[in-house]
């Protein structure tokens, strides 16, 4: 959720703040601040809005500070205004404080400072902390030892960057919960909420782990657990490039990640495939394929689009590796005291890897003695870390906070893994050549569908105006018209709903008039006669039918309103090539609505809260 950021070192960190909460701006955006310390003066800027006003604020000002920190805020207690926005600051002005994540005692701390004197400004949770941390400072203890004492009290989940006045030589940091990396530069140190914000400065990087504090000088860094145990880190050096996180002259980041899919679905499988074995090679299972094999139950949990894919993943593993396999909300995974045994597999599949529910999913599978493996997107990310093992689907950065390539990267990761165990139960390496020749086929396939962008745009065009939105699919394509459906939702803000083709004569035919578009996912696979029903049902009642097909059905047309045909591919990828159209119709409908795709309202791109 919010974007955290910090600088110690010679150079002035205003623009350095800015650009690194430009680029954390996709994980929130309704407020943003800095607080700057540079001899023994301190300032903050706050703005309600996106970074580009407090941009604005900042340049009329003529600011200059060694240490600072920013933060662009999701909010969760407190509306979006300048009050709330962080960072927070004790009453004198000398201590700055920026936090992502909950805590969820606030109310019984806040009495406890009132009660001592202290005047509270925000409708903010976090401001506790930077009062709770005050509490201690005036006792004479040191900034690291009060920020110490002081989350010694809390509950919650926490992403803390903390600067005071009376030592300016530091920045402190600590986390639970929520990410956290230090950045390692010449005479000067970041801090951040994920790599993007400082990449343009550094590409060596310090993962925090949850209970951990580090203090940060602009020659070193120091990390101890928050019951004040030394800690070695390692330090890690980040693979992507400035490019990959840059717009790279495309309108919005989401078309850009549309269109890249024909690059990252290769990626995904690069170096993967054993095509004349008709299996995959996954480095990140090797140690635990004979576990994983063996499961007598896969478990998948995961949240948003990411669950989508795991249901996509339900239907590959059940066909193929034949292990009973069950999908889970991972926020109601926990809640609901599930049955999980230790010969049972659970994957969490987390484009960021840094979702709190899916965190939570982990947590609770690993307690419970499961195989834990994660399939994650972001390298180093808490989920990667945390699990026992795991594949990266390489799908590159996603800022887009509507995930279209880590979609379809996920499953083929999924297909990989399918592909990996059953082949090493009963499929036939002929019947995995198959599998493999086919995927190794997608991305030309993808480039085919890209080159419908001006149909899809012109469908897009009809039904800019429509109120809400119908999804059927039957089998694989079941979990593409949810994930239809979600993305027209969370970019254009028109109701849509995902079913079964078949579940629509149980109730949301009732809702089909001439007015609603209903989006049929109806490739020529084995559930092609029965969507073929189902289209005339709807048509029979005057909905109006935009269908995906087989480029080589030649019945369909006749059938529907509008048909957007796509290369075939066998039903277990199909997947893969159908979201991609319905990812370009969300697109285009948001476009033409003139909504802001790359940051849809109330949404943020990695979940950090439960
Ligand atoms: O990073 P994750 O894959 O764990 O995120 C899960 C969901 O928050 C995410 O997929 C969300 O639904 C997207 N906005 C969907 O486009």
Known sequence: MCGIVGYIGEKNCVPILINGLKRLEYRGYDSAGIGLIENGNSSIIKNKGKVSVLEETVSTLNLHAGLGIGHTRWATHG???????????????????????????????????????????????????????????????????????????VEGTYGIAVIYQNEPDKLVVARKGSPLVVGLGEHENFIASDVSAILAYTKQVVYLDDGELAVVSKDGFTVKTISDKEIEKEIH???????????????????????????????????????????????????????LVNSKRILISACGTSWHAALVGEYMFEQFARIPTEVEYASEFRYRNPIIEKDDTVFLISQSGETADT?????????????????????????????????????????????????????????????????????????????????????????????????????????????????????????????????????????AEGYPAAEMKHGPIALIDENMPVVFIAPKDSTYEKIVSNIEEVKARGGRIIAIADDADGEIDSLVDYVIKIPRTIEMLSPVLNSIPLQLLAYHIAVIKGLNVDQPRNLAKSVTVE
């Open 79 to 153: 509306i979006p205004n300048e009050i709330n926005a962080h960072p927070h600051s004790n009453e004198k002005n000398t201590l700055f404080l920026i936090h992502n994540g909950i805590i969820e005692n606030y109310q019984t701390i806040k009495k406890g400072l009132q009660n001592l004197g202290y005047n509270f400004k925000s409708d903010t949770d976090s401001e506790v902390l930077v009062h709770l941390i005050d509490s201690f400072l005036t006792k004479d203890y040191s900034l690291s030892k009060s920020v110490q004492l002081a989350l010694n009290e």
């Open 237 to 291: 050096e980040i693979s992507i490039s400035l490019e990959e996180i840059d717009k790279g002259g495309y309108p919005h980041f989401m078309l850009k990640e549309i269109i890249e899919q024909t690059e990252s679905v290769r990626n995904s499988m690069r170096g993967r495939l054993l095509v004349n074995e008709g299996t995959a090679k996954l480095g990140g299972l090797a140690d635990v394929v004979d576990r």
């Open 359 to 495: 965190r939570a999913a982990l947590h609770e599978a690993k307690n419970r003695g499961a195989l834990v493996l994660g399939i994650c997107n972001v390298v180093g990310s808490t989920i990667a870390r945390e699990s026992m093992a795991g594949v990266y689907i390489h799908a590159g950065p996603e800022i887009g906070v509507a995930s279209t390539k880590a979609f379809t990267s996920q499953l083929i990761v999924l297909a990989l893994i399918t592909l990996l165990v059953a082949r090493k139960k009963s499929l036939s390496t002929s019947e995995g050549k198959k599998i493999t020749d086919e995927l190794q086929k997608l991305p030309d396939k993808i480039s085919e569908i890209l080159k419908l962008n001006d149909q899809i745009e012109q469908i897009a065009n009809e039904f800019k105006d429509s109120k809400n939105f119908l999804y059927l699919g039957r089998g694989y394509n079941f979990p593409v018209a949810l994930e239809g459906a979600l993305k027209l939702k969370e970019i254009s803000y028109i109701h």
